[in-house]
């Protein structure tokens, strides 16, 4: 392709974006339509690699410098950084950021890839440990798959409010890795609030966990100040809360020093599931990765998972998937909703034996959990 066409990629793929947000995010909205005004401002995401040439690649590096640089014009626009964000048009400081921070912008830009971490999903994995623990399967050993900068490992660290129309249901609390006390209100740190729909098995006090794992073929060091910096600026600035959660979980993850791995979901998981084995009761989970996986590299990790229920004999899998992620490769249950936003199953093994659950659709980052 020449780089003529190429920039043209660019430019429909960045007119497709302010498309597809609707207006939603309007700083964000602002900012792509001036970067398609200006060739220098978008032919920066020529320097990424074809198939990483993606508007958020550019938000995200652009998000970064301006975490390091909080003073500047721009980040006066920014509503994760600013309590009254300037109401005037970002566009002339857009610009202006984009020509001062030229080589540093390439340099993110050609190397980075947009990478996430939502802690929220916790908030749908905590009803299903919960269920475990009632079975009696005794403390889990966890292995949570693709797990980026490791945030589910920190499950039990966080509080929860879960709520049922606008009114609070329960709060589960546990031990905060910055906190002083078991009990919720004292706790300091990350709180996740979920809204509920069905009947949902809510655990009373937190499950414990005996053991845990993270695996990931490119994990975020959280040790690493420019690795933690661009996980956050992969947060979109237009969902403040999102991004002060995620600061917080990392803060509370960083001190719990979880073991997490570099390695592959499929060539990876049995040696290291079959050593977690001993450390308790395994359970594997994933929260939107599968659909990273092709068809055939899904196949694979569902093998490698049903070759490990047969010979540990117990083992447990959650996962928290996108609906065009599971099925047909991966069991569900007939009685998911597959239009819905995020699949929730629970997949046991006993004895060797499977059994597939749909417990519950859910929204994407754990907003509200409808279980069924
Ligand atoms: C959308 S993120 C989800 C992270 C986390 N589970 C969450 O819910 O926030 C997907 C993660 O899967 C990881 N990943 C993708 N393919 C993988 C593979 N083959 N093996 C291990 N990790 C993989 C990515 O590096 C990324 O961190």
Known sequence: ??????????????QGWVRSVHGRLPLYSRLVETALDHRRVHRLLLAAPPEQRIPV?????????????????????????????????PAPAFLEFCADHEAELSQLIATRTVQTNEVGRCALLLPVFGMLEREGVGPLAMVDVGTSA?????????????VRDGEPVATIAGDGALGEGRRGDELPGVELS????????????????????????????LADPAQVRWLEACVWPEQPERFHRLRAATAVVRALRPDVRAGDAVDDLSALVSTMAGEGHPVVVNTWVLN???AEQRRR????????????????????????AVGPDVPVSDRADLVDATVLSLVRWRSGERDVQHLASAHPHGHWLNWI
């Open 57 to 89: 690649l550019l938000l995200a590096a652009v998000h970064a410098l301006v975490l390091d640089h909080p003073d500047s014009a721009l980040a006066r626009h920014y509503p994760n950084l600013t309590e009254h964000p300037a109401g005037d048009d």
């Open 292 to 294: 990273y996986l092709d």
């Open 194 to 221: 979920c809204s509920l729909r069905g009947d949902v098995p809510l655990p009373t006090t937190m499950p414990a966990i005996a053991a845990r794992v993270g695996l990931d073929r490119t994990p975020v060091d």
């Open 301 to 324: 990790y569902v093998a490698a998972l049903e070759t490990l229920g047969q010979s540990l004999g117990d083992l447990s899998w959650v996962y928290a998937e996108s609906p065009s």
């Open 1 to 14: 392709m020449s780089e003529v066409d190429d920039e043209a990629v660019v430019v429909e793929r960045l």
């Open 150 to 162: 490791g945030l589910n490992l920190g499950i039990d660290r966080y509080r929860y409010s879960y």
